[in-house]
């Protein structure tokens, strides 16, 4: 039932921890998911807040989704928007575009709370270098069933499809289990895997570890519960073909594209982010985000 657990590295910022689960030696992808962060759940002092300044991406999209808190997004096509929970971001990088990620004052001036999910899909073969693009979308389909609640954030789940632009077959879902709720789990994604965020849950019966993120075996009907309650992360979708590789904020399925980006962010060649144009977060020497080999 289950093909692989995968236990995040955590990066501990201070104040709160990001978790980082793919891309990793044991594996790069879930469908077309290539990065999985979790951060939170955590209180933050006054004053304090996150502060992610202007950096580039290319040839994916990224994806925000908030439990608690709220992040302010700009980008270099002109976006501002305030992530809430229950809204989800997408951001598609294409040929290349630059963001920033900060908390709004209002949750400065009141202590942030930061709890949620930032995750990276890779774009399939021939649409990596498409224009880059912005969507914030806030009418999510609900599904309740069994003391379950989930919210579908990608794709179509449950005879329910989420509005949100899926650039490949992608499956996303955030479901909070009720005491004795349970929920069967789309089994026709070529990928699939499960994250408990919070609570306790199992899947056919085996307890699911805090932040793990568990690889589903394919093509198999599979029943989500939990006995006292939890939230969980649902996500997969088409299995890629063509390898992609990852350093830093960039994905190809071209090293030499990559390099390439790299090239360009060092020369300045990448576009400003109106209103957050101050300031930017240079080549790393060593990135904390790879693909192996």
């Known amino acids: 039932m289950i093909e692989q657990i995968i236990t995040p590295v955590a990066h501990d910022l201070g104040q709160f921890q990001v978790r980082r689960a793919i891309p990793s030696r044991a594996r790069t992808m879930v469908g077309p998911f290539i990065f999985v962060d979790q951060f939170g759940p955590a209180q933050l002092d006054l004053g304090a807040g996150m502060d992610v300044r202007p950096h ?11 439990f ?21 971001n997408l951001m598609t ?30 774009l399939p073969d021939g649409s990596e270098e498409i224009d880059p ?11 309740e069933d069994g003391g379950a609640r989930a919210i579908v954030v990608m794709g179509e789940l449950w005879g329910a499809r989420a509005a949100t632009t899926c650039h490949s077959h992608t499956i996303y879902a955030e479901i909070v289990l009720g005491a ?20 306790e849950a199992e899947i056919a019966g085996a307890p699911l570890g805090l932040y793990e993120l568990t690889v589903l075996r394919p093509g198999v009907a599979l029943t989500l519960g939990s006995h006292g309650g939890g939230r969980v992360m649902l996500l997969g979708g088409e299995a ?6 990852v350093w830093w ?19 300045g060649r990448f576009p400003l982010v109106p209103g957050d144009s101050e300031e930017f977060i240079p080549i790393p020497a060593v990135p904390n985000t790879v693909s192996y080999p």
Not at 73 to 88: C, E, N, Y
Not at 249 to 267: G, H, M, P, Y
Request: glycine share 10%; no cysteine; hydrophobic share 40%.
């Open 249 to 267: 904020n960039f994905v190809s399925s071209s090293r030499e594209r990559i390099q390439q980006a790299k090239e360009d962010w060092q020369a």
């Open 68 to 88: 608690e808190g709220a992040i302010d997004h700009r980008d270099s096509l002109g976006s501002f928007a305030t992530i809430r929970p229950g809204q989800v």
């Open 180 to 199: 004795g709720g349970a929920i069967p789990i789309e089994h026709s994604a070529d990928e699939r895997a499960v994250m408990l965020v919070g609570g």
């Open 133 to 143: 693009a912005f969507e914030a979308v806030t009418d999510l389909p609900v599904v």
């Open 93 to 122: 990088a294409g040929r290349g575009i630059v963001h920033s990620e900060r908390s709004p004052q209002a949750e400065r001036d009141a202590g942030p709370r930061l709890y949620g999910m930032q995750t990276w899909l890779a």
């Open 240 to 245: 890629f073909a063509t390898k992609r590789h």
């Open 56 to 66: 580039p991406h290319i040839d994916l999209a990224t994806v925000t989704w908030l």
